[in-house]
């Protein structure tokens, strides 16, 4: 068989320097006594855990440790620090926020600024804020969404600075997607530019999970748990219709994590589209006819993103508020040109079509995100404190890492269609590629 294309575009090679993490200065101020791990400066995590040759092994890439050292670049006691959350809905977003109020207090931070509705919210114009305290961010995690709202659309750095030296923040913490962190990559840039003293520090949000050397992101678990409730109904429609089908859409624009782990996780899935692999109408449509022959029943689950060159040459993609192309529903059109198909045929087809996409987007977080959620906020400001800036906290061979803005801004994380995960789910699925 011949090899596996995959979309994914060829990342450049890494170097060493690609790996360091900008710092604000010299650390000085002496670490209290705290319960917190204390990260030496040298210590690192690997970029490469997996090898053949290990002569080959080069431990110069390799991922700085997020958390605090024995010497902090600002004390607590003199700076305010704020945080935003941008992009869509996840679950765990309100943990985050409650993590990082409630470590930046603990430290004896001044005052914790949430800036309400995205970026807009350090806008000249829309500047807007809440002071979070214990109290009123005490149980905001029983709760999904956020509760600073959320925006998309571009706001000048210059701005945000401004808003930045007007409150005396010190540290900004960015939550949010691949779009927030290129914001924040920029907001840096521009506050290295200017000589300021005020760290940037991102907590990747995506549900889809596909920041690049991040292994994974909060809300990614529970979006799968969701979307596996989704496809047990969609399958038990599917089996109580005569020659029923169900077609279950999931998050996934570019990459399709939740599509593929959701599948694994179910065992009820037939035919599953991703983005990253194309697939055939022709070969989908004689994929679904003969299960529904064979066994009077068929479930197909879609990433939003799958497809997109098929949908484009019916419906041209637009552009949202950020720059993100929006294409039509995949889910729709399938579901349209299916029982086009099978009118044709004259043969019976009960579709239905589910999509869980905004209920799980603004779901709360399953325990394991929820813990993981509280880890990355301590870990973010335990990281801020020690003066690192430019980078997001990350989650790579079970161990919490600073990534550069610079890195993870490069490209975005593909499923890599010959590689174990997408295996098991070919062999548990039919291929509708047209290849075969
Ligand atoms: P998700 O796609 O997961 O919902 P996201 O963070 O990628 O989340 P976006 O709407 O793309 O969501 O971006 C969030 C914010 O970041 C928006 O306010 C957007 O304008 C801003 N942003 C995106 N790209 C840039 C950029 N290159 N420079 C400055 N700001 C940017
Ligand atoms: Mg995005």
């Not at 290990?54 to 600002?74: I, Q, T, Y």
């Not at 829309?126 to 709760?143: A, E, F, Q």
């Not at 859409?249 to 694994?264: E, N, P, Q, V, W």
Request: neutral net charge; proline residues 5%.
């Amino acid at each position: 068989m011949a090899a596996v294309q995959n979309q994914t575009p060829i990342l450049p090679k890494l170097n060493p320097t690609d790996f360091q993490i900008p710092t604000l200065g010299e650390c000085t101020f002496p670490t209290p006594p705290t319960r917190s791990e204390i990260i030496s400066e040298n210590e690192r995590i690997l970029y490469q855990s997996r090898f053949s040759d290990p002569s080959k092994l080069n431990p110069s890439l390799a991922f700085e440790v997020a958390g605090l050292r024995d010497h902090m670049f600002f004390d607590p006691h003199d700076i305010n620090v704020g945080i935003v959350t941008c992009g869509g809905l996840c679950p765990g977003l309100n943990d985050v926020i409650r993590a990082i109020t409630y470590s930046s207090l603990g430290y004896g931070v001044k005052k914790v600024y949430g800036f309400k509705f995205g970026y807009r919210g350090l806008s000249r114009q829309g500047r807007s804020y809440i002071l979070l305290d214990t109290k009123n961010v005490n149980t905001i995690h029983y709760i999904g969404g956020s509760f600073l709202g959320s925006s998309r659309g571009p706001v000048p750095p210059e701005e945000m600075i401004e808003t930045l030296k007007l409150l005396k923040i010190s540290v900004l913490f960015t939550i949010g997607g691949d779009g927030t962190q290129r914001g924040a990559k920029f907001l840096q840039d521009k506050i290295t530019e200017m000589g300021e003293k005020i760290s940037v520090i991102g907590i990747p949000k995506t549900i889809d999970n596909d920041i690049l050397y991040v292994d994974k992101t909060f809300g990614f678990d529970t979006a799968v748990e969701k979307a596996r409730e989704a496809i047990i109904c969609a399958h038990v429609e599917a089996k109580s219709a005569p020659h029923g089908l169900s077609i279950v859409k999931l998050m996934g624009r570019d990459s399709g994590f939740i599509s593929a782990k959701a599948t694994l996780a179910s065992g009820d899935v037939n035919i599953c589209l991703i983005p990253e692999e194309p697939f055939t109408l022709e070969a989908l449509f004689k994929a679904v006819e003969s299960r529904l022959l064979r066994q009077n029943h068929c479930v197909i689950v879609v990433a939003e993103g799958a497809g997109a060159e098929l949908m484009a040459k019916i419906q041209p993609p637009v552009k949202d508020a950020s720059g993100n192309l929006k294409g039509g529903d995949i889910g729709v059109f399938l579901k349209e040109q299916i029982q086009a198909h099978f009118k044709k045929l004259d043969m019976e087809c009960t579709t239905r079509y589910i999509d869980p996409s905004y209920t799980i987007r603004a779901c709360q977080p399953n325990a394991s995100d929820a813990a993981f959620c509280e880890e990355l906020g301590n870990k973010a400001v335990n990281s801020a404190l020690s003066g690192k800036t430019g980078c997001i906290v990350g989650f790579w061979n079970q161990q919490f890492t600073l990534v550069p803005f610079s890195l993870i801004t490069r490209g975005r994380k593909m499923v890599q269609l010959d590689e174990h995960m997408w295996c098991t789910v070919k062999a548990m699925t039919t291929d509708v590629t047209g290849r075969q």
